[in-house]
């Protein structure tokens, strides 16, 4: 019995202690999302849509026309839209197993013995790229790719003898772009295997070197398995990530050259505010809120067994 | 074993220096970029449009007294600052509670509220960036440092969640009951003792949410126009017409990117932790 009164008192004060998170994130975090649900329902061409007030001070009313399911409609044969979906998924399927191989080969590096001053040199070195403001990078992108005085181009004409121009040609966008966030992200990728590789018992990883001389039967059969959690969390998180992949494309190519490197968050931004069609956006922006919501699932189905 | 006692060794020192330069490597990519964008905020215009990389060059401090006296950097700057300042504050007050809760109750729908915050974690700005901006002009709120503030906390609030829960389940649970015993109610708890003894997760879930609102350039381009400007947004507004400033654009990089660097390297141990939701320790 007095479990029990003791468990009840125990969910209220939970709920004390909660209150204030919830009902500020319910305000500026779900109340936009149902805003764009409800959006994605009328067709809204910004300059042609007019403030009609509000809903009790708080749901902004517009003389927008509601049109059912029309823009999801539009999204089923738009082309523009399946392309930059397609674009994205390219653009993951070439950069995660990149990013995770080479962040593997790094967090190998790191962990085996020898060189301990250099060790350190890299792990602190590691977080440089990490945490460069994203924007920023892009930025640096546009500095080393440019075709006249870009450094990286210098190294390429030493070793080729001709120079490249990386950002007018789609391809070679596409290209710097995934430079650009390997070079961010591998690092990312190389902590986390890093951190999964020293939960490996010592005497496990020393009985497997007495055993075997090839370094990838301790990889394969000894390491690899501590890794997966953290191979996991990579997949999931970084698929997330390059749905995000926003301020590395606006600030080195806006998307451009043409659309080559235009990936979807770039995409729904034009959509949005350059082509002002709120409603199709939203509706846009509907399809990646499923996405994520998948993602999330996945995420604490597969990494939080439990909380 | 005299004849191959050498030759081992041999191989040894030649696998040591090939660890060596690899490890070389990988600390001269990391650090190239940063550190190219940084000697090029130093440099004249012409050094940096030279068709040969310039190593050695005269340093100047023009690029940055020019983005201070003619593009009022100082002000995103200070824009940064305070909306990255508030939004620790209220995501520290807002989310501590709420990671006790999840750390220390049992009680419906966890799971649900959970499952949420991991989501805010998924979710492109952009999707909620839409329909903000419609709610912010509304509101009146577009172009104000309290608009970024108040989007800001939809990533800020469950990164200190799922940093402090962690750090809250560490305390044992003995600790309540003898406070209970003293006759601490549970606020009393959570105030007095539990707040204290997570104190390094505050401090680290802090510098993360700085970092994280510091650096954010979508909300700011959509909901900011010339009052509320923070500095990437004016970092990444020069980049247009002909011949770009670069020594401007890369002083404002640099400006920009520093601080967070070396926040960066004062939580790189829990960095990983930080941003895989506190999934990996």
């Not at chain 1, 305000?27 to 764009?36: D, E, T, Y």
């Not at chain 2, 440092?145 to 402090?164: D, E, G, K, Q, S």
């Not at chain 2, 606020?187 to 994280?212: C, D, G, T």
Request: glycine share 4%.
């Amino acid at each position: 019995m007095k479990a029990k009164t003791e468990k009840k008192t125990y969910s209220s004060g939970a709920w004390f202690f909660l209150a204030p998170a919830v009902i500020v994130l319910l305000f500026v975090g779900i109340f936009p999302l149902l805003f764009a649900v409800w959006n994605s329902l009328h067709q809204f061409i910004l300059p042609k849509v007019h403030s009609q007030g509000s809903f009790l001070g708080i749901w902004p009313l517009f003389d927008a026309p509601f049109n059912w399911f029309g823009n999801y409609l539009a999204l089923l044969t738009d082309q523009s839209f399946r392309e930059a979906l397609f674009r994205t998924l390219i653009f993951l399927i070439i950069n995660l197993p990149i990013q995770l191989v080479l962040g593997m080969a790094i967090a190998l590096l790191l962990h085996k013995p020898g060189n301990e001053l250099m060790k350190k040199i890299g792990r602190v070195s590691l977080v440089i790229p990490l945490a460069t403001t994203f924007a920023v990078v892009g930025l640096m992108g546009r500095l080393m790719f440019n075709l006249d005085f870009g450094v990286l181009n210098y190294f390429w004409s030493l070793i080729f003898g001709h120079k490249i121009d990386w950002l007018a040609d789609p391809n070679l966008a596409f290209v710097s772009i995934s430079i650009m966030e390997d070079w961010q992200w591998t690092p990312f990728c190389a902590l986390i295997l890093f951190s999964s590789l020293t939960m490996v018992p010592v005497e496990i990883e020393e009985a497997a070197r007495l055993e075997t001389e090839k370094w990838w039967h301790v990889l394969w059969k000894v390491q690899l398995p501590f890794m997966l959690p953290g191979i996991t969390v990579i997949l999931i998180l970084r698929t997330a990530d390059i749905l995000k992949l926003f301020d590395v494309v606006y600030t080195m190519t806006r998307g451009g050259p043409g659309s080559a490197t235009e990936l979807i968050s770039v995409f729904v931004q034009r959509i949005g505010f350059r082509v002002f069609d709120q409603g199709m956006a939203s509706a846009q922006a509907v399809v990646m809120l499923i996405i994520a919501t998948i993602l999330s699932r996945l995420y604490v189905k597969y990494v939080y067994k439990e909380i | 074993m005299t004849t191959s006692e050498p030759k081992e060794r041999k191989g040894l020192q030649l696998d040591g220096i090939l660890h060596f330069l690899a490890l070389l490597l990988v600390v001269v990519v990391c650090v190239f970029p940063f550190y190219w964008m940084v000697t090029a905020s130093f440099k004249q215009q012409a050094a940096i449009l030279a068709p040969t990389p310039q190593f050695f060059f005269q340093p100047t401090l023009q690029n940055y007294v020019n983005a201070f006296t003619k593009f009022d950097i100082l002000k995103s700057l200070q824009n940064s600052l305070f909306v990255a300042l508030v939004t620790v504050l209220l995501s520290l007050a807002l989310g501590t509670p709420a990671a006790y809760a999840i750390a220390r109750f049992e009680f419906k729908g966890k799971k649900g509220i959970w499952f949420w915050f991991i989501a805010n974690r998924m979710l492109s700005p952009i999707v909620v960036a839409l329909p903000f901006f419609l709610i912010a002009r509304n509101f009146h709120l577009l172009d104000t440092t309290w608009a970024l503030i108040l989007i800001y906390l939809t990533f800020n609030v469950p990164i200190v969640v799922w940093i402090c829960a962690d750090q809250f389940r560490n305390i044992p649970k003995e600790l309540d009951e003898a406070a209970t015993l003293e006759g601490y109610n549970s606020f009393a708890i959570f105030w007095k003792i539990a707040l204290p003894l997570a104190a390094p997760a505050l401090a680290v879930s802090a510098i993360f949410s700085f970092i994280f609102s510091w650096n954010e350039l979508l909300y700011a381009l959509i909901l900011t126009r010339t009052e509320a400007k923070t500095a990437p947004v004016v970092a990444t507004s020069f980049m247009s017409g002909y011949e770009l400033p670069w020594g401007l654009i890369m002083a404002t990089g640099t400006m920009v990117a520093l601080p967070v660097i070396v926040f960066s390297m004062i939580v790189s141990r829990q960095l990983v932790r930080g941003l895989t939701a506190g999934a990996i320790k």
